[in-house]
T-cell receptor, first 115, second 112 residues
Framework: KAGVTQTPRYLIKTRGQQVTLSCSPI?????VSWYQQTPGQGLQFLFE???????NKGNFPGRFSGRQFSNSRSEMNVSTLELGDSALYLC??????????????FGPGTRLLVL | GQQLNQSPQSMFIQEGEDVSMNCTSS?????WLWYKQDPGEGPVLLIA?????ELTSNGRLTAQFGITRKDSFLNISASIPSDVGIYFC????????????FGKGTLLTVNP
């Protein structure tokens, strides 16, 4: 079974631009979560989607948004990029996240550099 | 918000030594997870703990879910060079909305 895949793996943008990152969960997994990882702040939760609906949201500004498609694939978008948005963006999937017994499996991440 | 304090921040050990790292929280978690992250990759799940007091092993790794539900530790026995990486603890406070809170990580270096 293939793992979580994320595209692209690397991305360079300039301030003010916008970016869209893509995540394909493990087959059969319906919940997708996004995290931002930086050296200073560590891993921080962005949002979680299940059945095309955002179920949970972290403390990030409205410039960060996401969506999920009917096949469970998810995208996240960052508008008006700032230098501080440079980070590794990680996607994680789980079956349904309705049970505390479920665990999340991470993709390799997309490394975004904002110049 | 919830915070996890993970220690130590880094460790430099000799091959064959045992390692211990831990996480503490100011609030209760219903699930504790331990992940390992290699450079340029996403975190890989090592051990999941679901019940207070639970002690679980995965090969040379052993982790425990603290009785108070506010702490967890991870032990690695007889370390080998491929154990090098960053180890993260993560907790989930429960409910249908799945949101992991992560510690800042422990960087482990193993000297052959």
């Amino acid at each position: 079974k293939a793992g979580v895949t994320q595209t692209p793996r690397y991305l360079i943008k300039t301030r003010g631009q916008q970016v869209t990152l893509s995540c394909s969960p493990i087959s059969g997994h319906r919940s997708v979560s996004w995290y931002q990882q930086t050296p200073g702040q560590g891993l921080q939760f962005l949002f979680e989607y299940f059945s095309e609906t955002q179920r949970n949201k972290g403390n990030f500004p409205g410039r960060f948004s996401g969506r999920q498609f009917s096949n469970s694939r998810s995208e996240m978008n960052v508008s008006t990029l700032e230098l501080g948005d440079s980070a590794l963006y990680l996607c994680a999937s789980s079956l349904s996240s309705t049970s505390e017994m479920e665990t999340q499996y991470f993709g390799p991440g997309t490394r975004l550099l904002v110049l | 918000g919830q915070q996890l304090n993970q220690s130590p921040q880094s460790m430099f050990i000799q091959e064959g030594e045992d390692v211990s790292m831990n996480c503490t929280s100011s609030s209760i978690f219903n699930t504790w997870l331990w992940y390992k992250q290699d450079p340029g990759e996403g975190p890989v799940l090592l051990i999941a703990l679901y019940k207070a007091g639970e002690l679980t092993s995965n090969g040379r790794l052993t982790a425990q879910f603290g009785i108070t539900r506010k702490d967890s530790f991870l032990n690695i026995s007889a370390s080998i060079p491929s154990d090098v990486g960053i180890y993260f603890c993560a907790g989930n406070s429960g409910g249908s909305n799945y949101k992991l809170t992560f510690g800042k990580g422990t960087l482990l270096t193993v000297n052959p």
